[in-house]
């Protein structure tokens, strides 16, 4: 069974860091793209970054561009969302996610194709 599970949110000032992190077991996390999406109050689920396979191809969402970096390391099975330059419109659950597939280099930034997601975690921004 896999399992994704995310850590790192919490209560932040606008312009703080955070690091979410979201541990993947019980799959063979190197044949996973992943991503991370975010649900605000009262809005639709959006996605806020993708990164392949390999960890070489990204994507970012517009509006964190310049704030906000994704990573992986295959050996310790684990993502990374490095979250800078916090705005209050960045509050939301932030959700991991993973998607089965044999391009190494394709990201995909579309939910329907995760195979698996997590419980989420809250990140919540002050002005």
């Known amino acids: 069974q896999v399992q994704l599970v995310e850590s790192g949110g919490g209560l932040v000032q606008a312009g703080d860091s955070l690091r979410l992190s979201c541990a993947v077991s019980?799959?063979?996390?190197?044949?996973?793209?992943m991503a991370w999406f975010r649900r605000a109050p009262g809005k639709q689920r959006e996605v806020v970054v993708a990164i392949s396979r390999s960890g070489e191809s990204t994507y970012y969402a517009d509006f964190v561009k310049g704030r906000f970096i994704i990573s992986r390391d295959n050996a310790k099975t684990t993502v990374y969302l490095q979250m800078n330059s916090l705005k209050p419109e960045d509050t939301a659950v932030y959700y991991c996610?993973?998607?089965?597939?044999?391009?190494?280099?394709?990201?995909?930034?579309?939910?329907?194709?995760?195979?698996?997601w997590g419980q989420g975690t809250q990140v919540t921004v002050s002005s």
């Open positions: 019980g799959g063979t996390f190197n044949t996973y793209a």
């Open positions: 996610a993973a998607q089965r597939t044999v391009y190494i280099g394709n990201y995909y930034p579309n939910a329907q194709g995760y195979d698996y």
